[in-house]
């Protein structure tokens, strides 16, 4: 007789098992993702440091060319505001392989005028940190005039960027008791690097600064956001007297990524630190609780301060 065959029965996961295998794989996820998106901030601060060390050699190379640094932004005075504008940014652009872009910008006109639109709209890669998810794509509005967005801004020092645009209280009386108000850039600046006495390791040349809101909302007045670009200051429209340095530079009058930092200030996208170029062309990480006195002494130039001794 023959035997019955058994039908082959198929091996399946219960409810239950399939719940732990999910479980296991939600907790390796959990696990993973932190390491994946640290790894992914690593290259992204790498290539930030990178665009910095660009611009240290473009800044360096213009140097050797003209005998100075760029300017800050250049200034002509006019009852409606500065007629001029361009920053270190604009004039760096041959020397960043950019030359095509600086033939598109005519620097015998203002920076707003309409002839500079289609070039001061165009962003730059070489001027964006890739941690900062607003700029690349995000626009400074003055009034119907449309700036591109950067997320580099250079050393003016200490004093408040509104109130000394020129720095003449420092040009006035370098070693006296407006001393720390002398920063590498400014209005119509053109410092030479054998002037940064201070050390060219030791000085502060570029900063970063993120583009959006305030850390802070609602703290400072009509100010809400963050408006950097690499084109040029731009005059305010309702206030003649305002260059909107801010724009193209920073002041120490925060220590990087303060919560109350405002569009004057130096504010990254990373945590922690922030990232500068300094003098001789070096870049390093400068963390966001170092004391604001060493902070202010590396903003300067030419005071004589020790920053290790501070």
Same mark, same amino acid.
């Given at each position: 007789m023959t035997p019955l065959k058994h039908p082959h029965r198929r091996s399946a996961f219960t409810l239950v098992e399939l719940l732990v295998v999910i =479980?296991?794989?939600g907790t390796l996820v959990a696990l993973l993702l932190p390491a994946v998106q640290a790894a992914r901030e690593s290259a992204r601060k790498a290539s930030?440091? /990178? /665009?910095l060390r660009q611009i240290g050699v473009a800044m360096h190379n213009y140097e050797s060319s003209y005998r100075h640094l760029p300017p800050g932004y250049d200034f002509v005075a006019a009852a409606d505001g500065n007629q001029r504008g361009y920053s270190w940014g604009a004039w760096l652009l041959p020397f960043m392989e950019l030359q095509s872009l600086r033939d598109q910008l005519d620097f015998d006109k203002p920076v707003f005028d309409l002839v500079n639109q289609a070039a001061r709209t165009r962003h730059i890669e070489t001027l964006l940190c890739p941690t900062d998810d607003v700029s690349p794509t995000g626009f400074v509005q003055m009034g119907d005039e449309t700036y591109a967005m950067a997320c580099y801004v250079a050393n003016f020092g200490t004093p408040d960027l509104d109130d000394d645009q020129a720095q003449q209280r420092g040009q006035l009386n370098p070693l006296g008791p407006f001393a720390r108000s002398w920063g590498p850039f400014y209005r119509n600046s053109k410092t030479k690097l054998r002037e940064i006495t201070d050390g *060219? #390791? #030791?000085?502060?040349?570029? !900063? $970063?600064r993120q583009n959006g809101p305030f850390r802070t909302a609602g703290s400072h007045g009509n100010h809400f956001e963050y408006e950097t670009t690499w084109? !040029? =200051?731009?005059?305010?429209i309702d206030d003649p007297t305002d260059d909107h340095g801010h724009m193209v530079l920073f002041q120490t009058g925060h220590t990087p990524n303060a919560a109350d930092s405002d569009d004057r200030d130096v504010s990254a996208p990373h945590s922690g630190i922030a990232q500068f170029l300094m003098c001789d062309g070096s870049v390093h990480a400068v963390a $966001?609780?170092?004391? *604001?006195?060493v902070y202010q002494a590396m903003g300067t130039m030419n005071v004589g301060e020790v920053t290790a001794d501070l």
């Amino acid at each position: 007789m023959t035997p019955l065959k058994h039908p082959h029965r198929r091996s399946a996961f219960t409810l239950v098992e399939l719940l732990v295998v999910i =479980a296991i794989i939600g907790t390796l996820v959990a696990l993973l993702l932190p390491a994946v998106q640290a790894a992914r901030e690593s290259a992204r601060k790498a290539s930030c440091k /990178n /665009n910095l060390r660009q611009i240290g050699v473009a800044m360096h190379n213009y140097e050797s060319s003209y005998r100075h640094l760029p300017p800050g932004y250049d200034f002509v005075a006019a009852a409606d505001g500065n007629q001029r504008g361009y920053s270190w940014g604009a004039w760096l652009l041959p020397f960043m392989e950019l030359q095509s872009l600086r033939d598109q910008l005519d620097f015998d006109k203002p920076v707003f005028d309409l002839v500079n639109q289609a070039a001061r709209t165009r962003h730059i890669e070489t001027l964006l940190c890739p941690t900062d998810d607003v700029s690349p794509t995000g626009f400074v509005q003055m009034g119907d005039e449309t700036y591109a967005m950067a997320c580099y801004v250079a050393n003016f020092g200490t004093p408040d960027l509104d109130d000394d645009q020129a720095q003449q209280r420092g040009q006035l009386n370098p070693l006296g008791p407006f001393a720390r108000s002398w920063g590498p850039f400014y209005r119509n600046s053109k410092t030479k690097l054998r002037e940064i006495t201070d050390g *060219l #390791s #030791s000085t502060l040349m570029i !900063g $970063e600064r993120q583009n959006g809101p305030f850390r802070t909302a609602g703290s400072h007045g009509n100010h809400f956001e963050y408006e950097t670009t690499w084109v !040029g =200051a731009v005059r305010d429209i309702d206030d003649p007297t305002d260059d909107h340095g801010h724009m193209v530079l920073f002041q120490t009058g925060h220590t990087p990524n303060a919560a109350d930092s405002d569009d004057r200030d130096v504010s990254a996208p990373h945590s922690g630190i922030a990232q500068f170029l300094m003098c001789d062309g070096s870049v390093h990480a400068v963390a $966001e609780d170092i004391q *604001l006195v060493v902070y202010q002494a590396m903003g300067t130039m030419n005071v004589g301060e020790v920053t290790a001794d501070l």
